[in-house]
């Protein structure tokens, strides 16, 4: 007996075995099977691979650059200041075009100030004085330090005088934009993604040989997306606001460049889609330029500028097909589809109404043979 057990390990070797199957005829089981495979086909096949492209390895963090140019030229007239032509080396900050522009639409201008002494302004609260002990000298106010008098700002206000660039900034902004023209100004928006992991460039500028295409072309969401340039009030209505009200007091929008590129397709395919979204109603800074007269005064000519200021970003992700993420995609759907069999076992033995005779069907109790004990089995 001893002998033959090696041999009985080698024939064992080469069993194959093979699953019973009970079958039953419960309708009602057997529906439910279906529905959680049909259930799991249309999500592996609908929602994995077409929608979610779960074939694919996937970039979602392109390296990207933006470069920006505003063109356009508008004629401001101020009130008792004459007309002046502002062109885009006036109007756009910063000058070398990044993804932050700012568009001048409004300004206060305050010209030839010096560093003297003259009344603070009346909408500094801190320096409205009825007598000089109000103004403590070497005290510093918006505009700058007070010498200790109390003097004269109009025929209505006093004001502490200030030693600092005089006269004081006027504050009263123009009730229409002095740039009203700048909603037709255009803004050229060049962008280039680089997908590292497919070693993919894509730039949003078409390649033409029509050296007059973007002089001439204005990007429309619907008749020309291939244009990457756009026009300011096109731009400011796609964020949900009207250019007038915007311009008046400044403001900040936000252009989204998204790239969905799927490398199985041509190249040609993959083009970026433009948000826009208003992020602030009110915007504006201050600069100066400097000069000296003939006696070696130094003088500036301040402007507060009010404007739309462009905050563009980029995002995307490409995906090409790839055996890893297929194989996974594919294992997960075989995986649900046994799922769905544990599911209707569950259901058969236990909830069924005849739950104890499919019990008694599925499980052989195994019994030793009569006059032997289980252990010597
Ligand atoms: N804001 C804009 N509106 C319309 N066309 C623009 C704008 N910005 C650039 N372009 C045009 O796009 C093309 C590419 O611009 P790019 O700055 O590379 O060239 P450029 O010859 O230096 O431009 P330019 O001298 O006209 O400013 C040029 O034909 C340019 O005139």
Redesign the pocket.
């Known amino acids: 007996m001893r002998s033959q057990a090696p041999l009985r390990a080698c024939g064992a070797l080469l069993d194959y075995k093979t699953v019973k199957f009970a079958l039953t005829r419960n309708r009602r089981v057997g529906l439910l099977h279906r529905l959680l495979q049909l259930g799991v086909l249309g999500y592996v096949l609908g929602w994995v691979l077409l929608a979610r492209k779960g074939y694919q390895d996937t970039d979602r963090a392109p390296r990207a650059a933006v470069v920006t140019?505003?063109?356009g030229a508008a004629v401001a007239e101020a009130v008792g200041k004459g007309r002046r032509l502002w062109d885009a080396a006036d109007y756009a900050r910063p000058p070398q075009g990044e993804n932050v522009l700012f568009l001048v639409t409004n300004f206060i201008a305050t010209a030839q100030q010096s560093q003297g002494t003259c009344p603070e302004s009346p909408s500094v609260l801190d320096a409205v004085c009825t007598e000089d002990a109000d103004c403590p000298v070497g005290n510093p106010v918006v505009h700058g330090i007070k010498t200790g008098k109390c003097v004269m700002f109009n025929t209505t206000h006093s004001t502490c005088e200030i030693y600092g660039w005089c006269p004081v900034e006027n504050n009263t902004v123009p009730r229409k934009p002095l740039l009203a023209e700048a909603e037709n100004f255009?803004?050229?928006i060049?962008n280039t993604v680089h997908f590292t992991k497919f070693n993919f460039s894509k730039c949003n500028a078409l390649q033409t040989n029509d050296?007059?295409y973007?002089?001439s072309c204005t990007y429309d969401p619907f008749f020309n997306r291939s244009c990457p340039?756009f026009r300011v009030r096109d731009m400011v209505e796609a964020a949900g606001e009207t250019f007038g009200d915007l311009a008046l007091l400044g403001g900040s929008i936000g252009v989204r460049i998204e790239w969905d590129c799927d490398l199985d397709h041509p190249a040609a395919q993959c083009q970026p889609q433009y948000s826009f979204s208003l992020q602030d109603r009110r915007y504006n800074f201050r600069t100066a330029s400097y000069y000296w007269d003939s006696q070696r005064r130094l003088y500036r000519n301040l402007l507060k500028l009010y404007g739309i200021r462009f905050d563009i970003s980029v995002h995307g992700q490409a995906g090409k097909f790839s055996i890893i993420p297929a194989a996974v995609s594919f294992g997960t759907g075989i995986a649900f589809f046994g799922a769905a069999t544990v599911v209707c076992d569950l259901v058969l033995l236990y909830l069924d109404a005849k739950a104890d005779f499919y019990w008694k069907e599925k499980f052989e109790e195994a019994k030793p043979p009569k006059g032997k004990t289980e252990a010597a089995a």
Do not use: D, E, S
């Open positions: 140019k505003m063109k255009t803004l050229f060049k050296p007059t973007f002089k340039v």
